[in-house]
């Protein structure tokens, strides 16, 4: 399956992420993987909270205290209040942004409104724990719980790395279906994304095929409520060694009549060397995509799994 990597998809993003300087600092945190690679695919729309909200650049650094499930946002210095502020902008943003057809977030780590997760809150004895959400982060969040978010942090890691993006791509191709609004463009997508879903959960993909058995029957609504919801719960699974190995093994069979022997202990070999993490992910899928190609192979061909982002990304490449 091709990607049509000259299609920008949309996201937002933490603004001094891009280099704009608007920390409480007058600096910023230019993410250079974000601006200068991920910016080849994705339409940024920055995102600064305090800046928005309407505080001055510079300004006083401030800090989440108290409850960690309902935290207040105060001055580090003149201890000023700016919770109910901040509440309220960001209420207002996230219901602009449900306009910006958004398929994923990348959260500047551990600030005070944006981090993700592991952000300081501070008790009554002036002791932080990293517990806490930042004010905007869980608004954000909490209006759009299906949409794929990340941390710049996080991204270094390549598996977060991987699931994140695929998970973006996932997201913004289902956004295209639901635009369709048939049960044939239901059924297509699922189809293609068959494999890909097998990689991340076993579960949900058998979950996602009785959902989508009942769409000549199921109300429209509820059916692609339930579909989406299950669908982006098996993206936050992460793809392990073990899945991957399964689904291989799995696509090895639609060649069990056209492979000859030495190319089937080919890719058994192959297959076996990424199973002990001797060769990246890669390798296999080059040689099952040969094959696919090779033999014309129809129902693979369609497959998302083959090539779920642009390979220039080289999420694939890592052992």
């Known amino acids: 399956m091709e990607i049509k990597e000259n299609m920008m ?86 219901n602009q942004l449900a306009q910006e057809n958004l398929c994923g977030f990348i959260f500047k780590s551990k600030s005070p409104s944006s981090g993700m997760e592991r952000v300081k809150v501070y008790d009554k004895n002036n002791v932080p724990r990293a517990i806490g959400v930042g004010l905007f982060a869980r608004a954000f969040k909490d209006r ?36 369709q609004a048939t049960a044939k463009s239901l059924v297509a997508f699922h189809t293609y994304h068959k494999l890909l879903l097998r990689s991340h959960s076993e579960k949900h993909y058998r979950e996602l095929g009785r959902i989508v058995a009942q769409a000549g029957t199921l109300d429209p609504e509820k059916l692609i409520s339930s579909y989406q919801e299950n669908l982006m719960a098996a993206m936050k699974l992460k793809a392990t060694v073990k899945k991957h190995v399964n689904v291989l093994t799995h696509m090895m069979g639609y060649f069990k009549k056209v492979l000859s022997a030495d190319e089937k202990k080919e890719l058994l070999e192959v297959i076996e060397r990424f199973r002990n993490q001797y060769v990246p992910l890669i390798v296999p899928i080059t040689l099952m995509n040969h094959y696919v190609r090779k033999y014309n192979e129809p129902y693979l061909k369609d497959q998302y799994y083959l090539t779920p982002h642009p390979t220039e990304l080289k999420l694939r490449n890592h052992a």
């Open 9 to 94: 998809i949309r996201i937002g993003v933490s603004s001094c992420l891009l280099g704009n300087k608007v920390r409480f600092d007058g600096g910023h945190k230019h993410d250079r993987y974000i601006t200068g690679t991920l910016g080849n695919y994705f339409d940024f729309v920055p995102v600064c909270p305090e800046v928005e909200c309407g505080l001055s650049i510079p300004r006083e650094a401030m800090r989440l205290v108290g409850d960690p499930e309902s935290p207040h946002l105060v001055t580090n210095k003149s201890g000023v209040d700016l919770t109910d502020q901040m509440n309220t902008w960001a209420s207002n943003r996230v």
């Open 144 to 179: 759009f719980p299906l949409l794929p978010v990340e941390e710049e942090g996080r991204l270094h890691d390549i598996v977060l790395r991987e699931n994140f993006i695929e998970s973006v791509f996932v997201y913004q191709r289902w956004r295209k279906t639901v635009a």
